[in-house]
């Protein structure tokens, strides 16, 4: 059964700095990318940063202000998330992907919200 569990988020002022982590299971983690997803309220969800096995992809509004990392042998990805804006504001959630499918199931997510 694949699961995803988000942790990281909260309340933080913009210019302000946050670390999203996910732990992954129900799958071999090292062989698929990994990628980072937001929500904001009454939007649909958006990839904001992927990690394939040699290299990273980040959505244009997050480029040089965030950097995602992954750690194959605790089964966890990361986001650092740095100089916040206030349009950061959205649940975050991690998600796989194989070749060009991501998986059908999601985590609760983690809130992050930045105040200006």
């Known amino acids: 059964q694949v699961q995803f569990v988000e942790s990281g988020g909260g309340l933080v002022q913009a210019g302000g700095s946050l670390r999203l982590s996910c732990t992954a299971s129900g799958f071999t983690f090292s062989k698929y990318a990994m990628g980072w997803f937001r929500q904001a309220p009454g939007k649909e969800r958006q990839l904001v940063a992927h990690?394939?096995?040699?290299?990273?992809n980040y959505t244009d509004s997050v480029k040089g202000r965030f950097t995602i990392s992954r750690d194959n042998a605790k089964n966890t990805v990361n986001l650092q998330m740095n100089s916040l804006k206030t349009e950061d504001t959205a649940v975050y959630y991690c998600?796989?992907?194989?070749?060009?499918?991501?998986?059908?199931?999601w985590g609760q997510g983690t809130q992050v919200a930045v105040s200006p």
């Open positions: 998600n796989a992907r194989w070749r060009s499918s991501w998986f059908s199931s």
């Open positions: 990690i394939s096995i040699t290299n990273t």
